[in-house]
């Protein structure tokens, strides 16, 4: 298995731009999870989806983020307008069905390095 | 308020002795621990877990201790490795239906030859 997916890897951007990073999690998983990390913060929980379906959203910082997930291979994390306290590494993650094995384990993607200048 | 914190940011060790990494938690629904080791440019990856009703597990040289009572869990590498420096994050759930990871900001192992 490929593992997950996402890109780009690397995004600069200036302030006020839209921003989107795309994930494609493991087949056969149907929880998605989005995760910010910052010096400051750590990792964070932003949101996630099971089914396709937003779960969780509380961890999103503010209007200017969104997240979809149209089908079970493909979500995108937004970012309108960008601000550069946005700046952070942005990781996708998934796991296994509810009852499955390891299913509190969560596989993560390699990251999008995003700097908004 | 950081309900996962692990108070050591980085720990140095030789290569064959012992790597002692500490975690603490202060909410009592945790009841499902991960430890997750991340290289860099790369994405955390799963280590070993732990559930509540338990107290240790082992996998390999890496062992994993939980003391409920304390709210504090610790993984042991023996013997450490060169390869084993990396961030070293301590996560917690709630399990259930639940499926929210809580990290700790993680502490940077090195193993020096």
């Known amino acids: 298995d490929a593992g997950v997916i996402q890109s780009p890897r690397h995004e600069v951007t200036e302030m006020g731009q839209e921003v989107t990073l795309r994930c494609k999690p493991i087949?056969?998983?149907?929880?998605l999870f989005w995760y910010r990390q910052t010096m400051m913060r750590g990792l964070e929980l932003l949101i996630y989806?099971?089914?396709?379906?937003?779960?969780?959203d509380s961890g999103m910082p503010e209007d200017r983020f969104s997240a979809k997930m149209p089908n079970a291979s493909f979500s995108t994390l937004k970012i309108q307008p960008s601000e550069p306290r946005d700046s952070a590494v942005y990781f996708c993650?998934?796991?296994?069905?509810?009852?499955?094995?390891?299913?509190?384990?969560?596989?993560f993607g390699p990251g999008t390095r995003l700097l908004v200048l | 308020d950081q309900q996962v914190k692990q108070n050591s940011p980085s720990l140095s060790v030789q290569e064959g002795r012992i790597s002692i990494l500490n975690c603490d938690y202060t909410?009592?629904?945790?009841?499902?621990f991960l430890w997750y080791k991340k290289y860099p440019a790369e994405g955390p990856t799963f280590l070993i877990s732990?559930?509540?009703?338990?107290d240790k597990n082992e996998d390999g040289r890496f062992t994993v201790f939980l003391n409920k009572s304390a709210k504090h869990l610790s993984l042991h590498i023996v013997p450490s490795q060169p390869g084993d420096s990396a961030v070293y994050f301590c996560?917690?759930?709630?399990?259930?239906?639940?499926?929210?990871?809580?990290f700790g900001k993680g502490t940077l192992l090195t193993v020096n030859p």
């Open positions: 993650a998934s796991s296994f069905p509810a009852g499955g094995p390891a299913q509190e384990t969560q596989y």
């Open positions: 087949s056969g998983h149907d929880y």
């Open positions: 989806f099971n089914n396709n379906v937003p779960i969780d």
């Open positions: 909410n009592s629904m945790f009841d499902y």
């Open positions: 732990i559930s509540s009703i338990k």
């Open positions: 996560a917690a759930s709630e399990g259930g239906s639940n499926y929210k990871l809580t």
